[in-house]
């Protein structure tokens, strides 16, 4: 039956081979006819260019509308340049270019809309402007299983805001916890990217990183590259797709970075042609960036998108959804959209501050969050970053509570004492409005410091990151964490190149996410600190089955357990060093009373985490 089942997919494949080639102007087609695997449409289109009068970014518009029984998605395409481009440098070229991700196995059709106009990029009727060339043009082909498995996310489906407190991938229906690199927020400031240079004065605002202004290289990371690793004009791409392995090799799965830090902190990621230009885009540049969140892809991380900073809120249509702003994030759509696990974050210390008074109101934030997420097809999470102190966060999110388009706040917390508290208030008040927020934590302070690196000797404060923040987070119902490398340290937020310099902290994180995945119905439970009796502890609990207890300060607390009945087993993990779980001086409690679990097996004033399942 495996080896029938085998024969049948290849025909298949073969079968939408063939169906795609024939007919009038059909379009090449590239990548496997397969579920979750990015299908690439290129068309033969308008010769012009980037810089070319009638402007192919604004002007023009393709869209492709794909269905499947009553299922219509409608993506929108790009300009290509000579579909080359990461490689030649291309600036023009006739090609035109559609990517679309099929979330079901079966028959699909399709419908080409190719129309020329005025601003007809930024339009939303389908009947706009002029029909060009392959304008109507239908097709058809077949979809078989993923043959994907392990981290590859082609064998887990689309990440996806379902309506709970995390997000969930909807083809295996794997609950996401979060784990990975907040710094450097430059990170596609890289060296080995096209048009990519450093375009600010060396001066930066108090409280932030001084520019790298030479661009990153990632040396340390090259050697991490492997043969058969994606890259571009002959070793170009090496230096960062190494650090994407490195960081996957530890298991973390999501990266934070800006896609446009104009007039911002680090002035040297843009996704235009040039850095003074708003309306036109780096066809090169972009594709190579699509080879990078490709591999990423592929590694199982989450591509984290910050789409503006606190200083460029008003870059773009003085805060409005305009011209300017629908063209940037109609473009990071259609070029990007299709990855399996994109979060579109819609700026970085979003609102006013005394600090950054040239803000974006509530209005101006609630309309950009709506386009997003009403013009992307795949329907990504959509979360705004918040400022760090609670004079300033919370009326900002207070307004944003039950807002339809809104899937979460992505959290900047300036203590790492106040994660817990911080993350437990917005998980509450969001679930009373009736949206639950996907509540994560995605920069810690204080901002001088972030994250120690490993070889900080003077407090590190490594320890009570991992307590306090990583599992505070974690403990209250918050999604996961991404960590933030401070303004002082070495390989700090703008200048960081070897993320080796934080090797210790991505192991805390792995033995965090590993417990919770192998062992905790996380989604089905709730924060339940005052079941415990000792002070500062963190539990998450499903009443009366399971409770998971986070010890501080280890040593020992009393369960209230009054509410269940039968027997309850004790065995205890150490987030220090993960592992198998263990057993401590009591083996077991009965239900109905306020219980003691007595001590871990070691280090009673070391942190431990003690799981309490009903037998």
């Known amino acids: 039956m495996a080896m029938r089942s ?61 269905t499947h029984g009553d299922k219509v998605v409608m993506v929108p395409g790009y300009y290509a340049a000579d579909g080359n481009a990461a490689e030649s440098g291309a600036e023009g070229g006739n090609k035109w270019r559609v990517k679309f991700v099929p979330d079901a196995a079966g028959a699909w059709k399709y419908e080409v809309s190719f129309r020329q106009g005025e601003l007809i990029a930024i339009s939303d009727d389908p009947r706009a402007g002029t029909a060009l060339g392959f304008d109507g043009l239908t097709g058809s082909f077949e979809i078989g299983p993923t043959d994907k498995s392990d981290t590859d996310l082609r064998s887990k489906g689309r990440l996806v805001y379902d309506g709970g407190r995390y997000f969930q991938f909807s083809g295996s229906g794997e609950k996401f916890l979060k784990g990975g690199a907040g710094s450097p927020e430059n990170f596609l400031a890289y060296k080995g990217f096209d048009g990519t240079q450093y375009q600010g004065s060396n001066t930066h605002r108090m409280g932030e990183a001084k520019p790298n202004a030479t661009l990153h290289e990632y040396a340390g990371h090259v050697a991490d590259w492997r043969e058969g690793d994606p890259d571009w004009q002959q070793g170009r791409g090496k230096g960062i797709i190494g650090a994407i392995n490195y960081l996957a090799s530890k298991g973390m799965n999501s990266v934070y970075f800006l896609t446009l830090n104009i007039d911002g902190d680090g002035e040297d990621v843009w996704p235009y042609s040039d850095y003074g230009e708003r309306r036109r885009f780096d066809c090169s540049k972009l594709d190579q960036w699509d080879i990078l969140f490709t591999h990423m892809e592929k590694k199982g991380i989450m591509l984290h998108f910050i789409t503006q900073e606190t200083e460029n809120q008003l870059l773009l249509d003085n805060g409005d959804t305009d011209i300017e702003r629908k063209l940037y994030y109609r473009e990071l759509i259609a070029r990007f959209g299709h990855h399996l696990a994109v979060t579109w974050n819609m700026g970085e210390e979003n609102g006013y501050a005394d600090f950054s008074p040239k803000a974006q109101n509530e209005r101006q934030q609630k309309d950009m969050i709506q386009y997003v997420k009403t013009h992307d097809p795949y329907l990504n999470p959509v979360v705004i970053h918040t400022h760090a102190s609670p004079k300033y966060m919370y009326p900002i999110l207070e307004g944003l509570l039950g807002f339809e388009y809104l899937d979460g706040p992505s959290m900047q917390i300036g203590s790492p004492s106040q994660v817990h508290g911080e993350t437990l208030r917005w998980v509450q008040k969001s679930d009373s409005s009736g949206r639950p927020w996907v509540v994560n934590l995605d920069e810690i302070g204080p901002a001088n410091r972030g994250v120690d690196p490993d070889d900080r000797t003077d407090k590190n404060n490594q320890d009570s990151i991992r307590s306090l923040a990583l599992w505070g987070n974690l403990m209250a119902g918050g999604g996961g964490v991404e960590w933030y490398f401070g303004y002082l340290n070495h390989n700090n937020d703008l200048a960081c190149e070897d993320w080796r310099s934080r090797d210790r902290v991505w192991d805390y994180t792995r033995y965090a996410l590993e417990f919770f995945r192998r062992h905790l119905p996380f989604w089905e439970m709730v924060p339940a600190d005052d079941v415990t009796s000792q002070a500062g502890a963190y539990c998450l609990a499903k009443v009366g089955e399971i409770y998971a207890i986070y010890l501080p300060k280890g040593q020992t607390t009393s369960l209230d357990l009054s509410p269940a009945t039968g027997t309850f087993s004790i065995r205890w993990y150490n987030p220090r060093a993960g592992g198998e779980l263990v057993t401590g001086s009591v083996r077991t409690v009965d239900g109905g009373v306020l219980a003691g679990i007595g001590l871990p097996p070691e280090d009673p004033d070391l942190d431990w985490v003690a799981l309490v399942v009903k037998q």
């Open 6 to 66: 085998k024969y049948i997919v290849c025909y298949l494949l073969l079968l939408a081979t063939l169906v795609i080639s024939c007919g009038r102007q059909q379009p090449e087609v590239s990548g496997e006819f397969r579920q979750w695997h990015t299908l690439t449409f290129t068309f033969n289109g308008i010769q012009t260019s980037e810089s070319e009068d009638v402007n192919p970014f604004t002007d023009f518009r393709l869209t492709m509308t794909f």
